[in-house]
């Protein structure tokens, strides 16, 4: 589990983020939802370490983040994968040297061993035929696939997806959103989402948190999502057409 | 104000690269790759430009002698010439070029595509896993290039003098022997290890607080190469000044 207690974070005069306090659960899929610049990135990057915030603390379950030295975040950081909007693979590696990346870092792991555990994860995205071809030869869907393999490679507790389907095609997303919601069950990983796609928010999330200005202003589930309730989220929710026909269908 | 900000993130960037490696036998391969990229890729452009740079020496130093003047004066001014500084200066430079852009825009084009966030967040230290190889590279194999360039100028030298009949080849190598002191060659590498280090670890900042998109990494690698020659011609004169005087 991960809560964010009172995080605050400007930039210059920028209020980003505004006492923002949320709880990710374990075994689920938690989406953060919102606008484009209502802070959804800044809220995880402060999560993860990437930015410090101003204020408040991040918990790892019931592991204080915020108050850590570098040095004890580093074991927190290995429990913890992250699947970026651009993939960030890394370019000069192929698909099998990615994934085993993390685990020649951190693990006393042999060649063989390394290898194993790596035909195992690309098996599990079912790319063990891609292994020895290097990312610009991968395809957009492939290429997150790679990434949700090279994040789960050391058996994360934490799964962060910044955008997992930003780029893709709509059946290729369906394939990383089930991707990222079969992992979560199966390895009972506490999985972070952000997105403002809503056809991934009703495929995969088991919980979703609304940021809207900088402040989480609500949260429920899918059925509560189309309830509605607060005009800022069902602008958000209800932007497009076809959205309006399901709401009117449920 | 703006250049101490700059200098104090640079510190700080060389502080939390010069942390010990994650683990040594990835900083190994890692250090092998960079000998070859710094070091074996150069080869070639260090030796054309080394060879051609000596003999331009001395052809212009027998056109300005006459009358008075020895000819095994060529040979001395070849040596000196090279030794003293067309190697040990102008070879770090040309690297600044040619390696100083190529770590900057690989390190900017590794940010700006969040590569260096995911290995922050995988707790790797990422200014010690990409920027202490590169350093540690230049400054150990810049001084083997430069040596080389030597060689090859003085070389180079002796061989036009002879083969356009401006120097007799006794008269040369006694020019190349006459009042040589080691030294020399012990300030011309003192100053190459300070360059070698230099031209990689100011391409690697830039690279790595390269911000934006592919036009930024390239303004990036501009600035690398612009910075890195910059603080090179300063450093020679602030060490000539140490070293000489």
Known sequence: MIELQHLEKSFGDHHVLKDVSATFERGKVNFVIGRSGSGKSVMTKCTVGLIEPDQGRVFYDGRDFTSMSQKERKVIRQEIGMLFQGSALFDSMTVQENVEFPLRMFSDMSDAERRDRAAVCLERVELADASTRFPAECSGGMQKRVGIARAIAMNPKYLFCDEPNSGLDPQTAIVIDNLISDITAEYQITTVVVSHDMNSVMEASDTIHFVHQGSICWHGNREGLLEGGVKELEDFVFASDLMRKIRKTV | ?245
């Open chain 2, 1 to 245: 104000m703006r250049w101490m900000y700059h200098i104090g993130r640079y510190m700080r960037l060389l502080a939390k690269s010069f942390r010990k490696p994650e683990k040594f036998s990835v900083f190994k391969d890692l250090l092998v790759t960079e000998l070859e990229s710094i070091g074996l890729q150069s080869v070639g452009i260090v030796a054309l430009l080394s060879i051609f740079m000596g003999a331009v020496i001395c052809l212009q130093t027998a056109h300005q002698i006459g009358g008075w003047i020895p000819v095994y004066t060529i040979g001395f001014t070849v040596r000196q010439t090279m030794i003293l500084e067309f190697s040990p200066t102008l070879i770090p430079v040309i690297l600044a070029g040619k390696v100083g852009s190529n770590i900057a825009s690989q390190i900017g084009t590794m940010r700006v595509t969040e590569q260096i966030d995911a290995l922050d967040i995988m707790g790797v230290n990422s200014a010690s896993y990409l920027i202490l190889p590169k350093v540690v590279a230049g400054v150990f194999i810049v001084p083997f290039l430069v040596v080389l360039s030597m060689v090859l100028g003085v070389g180079a030298g002796a061989w036009i003098g002879v083969a356009t009949g401006l120097s007799p080849l006794a008269d040369f190598e006694y020019g190349m022997q006459v009042d040589f002191r080691v030294f020399d060659v012990v300030y011309a590498l003192t100053k190459t290890v300070v360059f070698g280090f230099i031209l990689t670890s100011v391409s690697a900042y830039h690279g790595y607080f390269a911000e934006g998109g592919a036009l930024e990494v390239g303004k990036s690698s501009t600035k690398a190469v612009v910075w890195s020659v910059v603080i090179i011609m300063v450093s020679n004169l602030v060490l000539t000044q140490m070293l000489l005087n």
